[in-house]
């Protein structure tokens, strides 16, 4: 399994950007799926992005399509989430995580390694 970290989050106003990372340990990074959740209070948590080993192939939820984009860095062992146009039911703990398979999976099944998560707050 591979150890994440993400950081990044904080309070915004509706409208605003923020950049999310998520750092990984080891050496292997490039052989995982990555991927972006998010647990909102009283709510599951659900799928929000996800990024293939060598970052061609992308997948989105509906409701970020078009304002959040993934990427990551084989290099620096990162995956990103930016984050635009913020909207106060954006707010949540946001959760990396990581899995091997070559599946975008877009449920929490199958992804083997989380990070702790980063809070996102979004005022209207």
């Known amino acids: 399994q591979v150890q994440l970290v993400e950081s990044g989050g904080g309070l915004v106003q509706a409208g605003g950007s923020l950049r999310l990372s998520c750092a990984a340990s080891?050496?292997?990074?490039?052989?995982?799926?990555m991927g972006w959740f998010r647990q909102a209070p009283g709510k599951e948590r659900e799928f929000v992005a996800a990024?293939?080993?060598?970052?061609?192939?992308?997948s989105y939820a509906a409701s970020v399509k078009g304002r959040f984009t993934i990427s990551r860095d084989n290099a620096k062992n990162t995956v990103y989430l930016q984050i635009n146009s913020l909207q106060p039911e954006d707010t949540a703990v946001y959760y990396c995580?990581?899995?091997?398979?070559?599946?975008?999976?877009?449920?929490?099944?199958?992804?083997?390694?989380w990070g702790q998560g980063t809070q996102v707050t979004v005022s209207s």
């Open positions: 990024i293939s080993e060598s970052g061609l192939r992308t």
């Open positions: 995580a990581a899995r091997t398979g070559g599946v975008l999976a877009t449920t929490t099944l199958g992804w083997g390694s």
């Open positions: 080891g050496r292997t990074f490039s052989r995982y799926v």
